[in-house]
């Protein structure tokens, strides 16, 4: 006679899968929205029930409704707060602070300026960051104790030195002439003040590579070229991503300072708006919204690359 056998559902492991802590919180916050917002979190709950009923049969099933349920969550939060801005904006003690026809003439200005200065130097600045710095990180490794001192005194000075600093005396040096050209230096600038940031980032990457790595790359006799841009520059790179993304982010929030050399971007183009029309909360609130939604983008994509690079 044969055994009999049975067959477990699919993700079922006979053992009771305990509920993870995305799926734990979602209940919690949901229920609490629901209570507090008026039911604003229910949509979520219901999610968030179904995914715990799920957990120990379908855990990954669970797993997918969670991100689904914080997804509603996000949803009905913002659907509710949108509603009430356009409750409160009925409102004759709103109308006193807010001015949506000065909302709407201001925003055109600040994403002209936000895109053709802020977003065109912070681009730039953090290309040529990410590549300087890890051309002096690689030589910071690579050369000689002394010479390497000296490097590391002069990244030192660049990176102790306040960035208005180094803008302000960078314009006093160049001739007058070069005044179009402005925003254009100020962009190196940037990216050398940031080069010296990012080569530290560039230097824990190359540390964390393991030691077995060069001496692999010893045995098998490859060149210092390949071993550096086959072997440990790549596992580098990726380890140091995340910190890339924050240094990107803290330049791109640092682009105000463009000012000081009489470059016109988004905050100065709001201070500009609101010198003309004394409306200086529409213009303010919203190129601060601009910066918050282009860091949150920002951050999404640097996570997503750091995802799609790991083993």
């Known amino acids: 006679m044969t055994a009999a056998t049975t067959t ?15 799926t734990f919180w979602l209940v919690v916050t949901s229920a609490v929205s629901t209570l507090l917002c008026l039911g604003a979190g229910l949509p ?41 801005l356009a409750v409160a904006s009925t409102t ?23 895109v053709t200065v802020t977003l065109v130097v912070t681009v730039l600045g953090s290309i040529i960051a990410a590549l300087l710095g890890l051309v002096l990180a690689v030589l910071l490794t690579a050369l000689p104790s002394p010479v390497g001192k ?46 010296t940031y990012m080569a530290e980032s560039y230097l824990s990457g190359i540390a964390s590579v393991d030691k077995g790595q ?6 098998l006799s490859l060149p210092k070229a390949r071993t ?15 910190s890339l993304g924050n240094w990107a982010i803290a330049m791109f929030k640092e682009t105000p300072f463009l000012i000081v050399i ?7 183009e709001a201070q500009r708006y609101g010198g003309n029309t ?18 949150l983008l920002t951050a999404f994509a640097v996570r997503r690359l750091e995802k799609s690079l790991v083993y």
């Not at 477990?8 to 995305?22: E, F, I, M, Y």
């Not at 009489?262 to 100065?268: A, D, F, L, N, Y």
């Open 214 to 219: 060069w001496e692999a790359a010893t045995a």
């Open 262 to 268: 009489s470059v016109t971007e988004m905050v100065t």
């Open 278 to 295: 004394f409306r200086f909360t529409e213009a303010f609130t919203l190129a601060g919204l601009i910066f918050l939604v282009a860091s």
């Open 44 to 84: 979520s709950l219901v999610v968030g029930l179904v995914a715990v009923a799920r957990n120990s049969s379908d855990h990954a099933s669970a797993k997918r409704l969670t991100t689904i349920g914080w997804w509603v969550f996000t949803a009905c939060l913002a659907a509710m707060l949108v509603g009430l």
């Open 150 to 195: 000296v490097l590391r005194l002069l990244m030192d000075f660049v990176r102790m030195t306040p960035l208005v600093i180094q803008l302000v005396f960078v314009y006093n040096l160049v001739p007058g002439s070069w005044n179009e050209q402005m925003m254009w230096i100020g962009t190196v600038v940037f990216g050398v003040h940031y080069s």
């Open 228 to 242: 550096w841009t086959g072997v440990v520059l790549p596992q580098a790179i990726r380890a140091t991503l995340p």
């Open 92 to 114: 004759a003690a709103f109308e006193e602070i807010w001015d949506w026809e000065a909302a709407g003439e201001v925003l055109p200005q600040l994403l002209e300026s936000f």
């Open 8 to 22: 477990a559902p699919r993700g079922t492991t006979g053992d009771k899968v305990p509920l993870t802590r995305s």
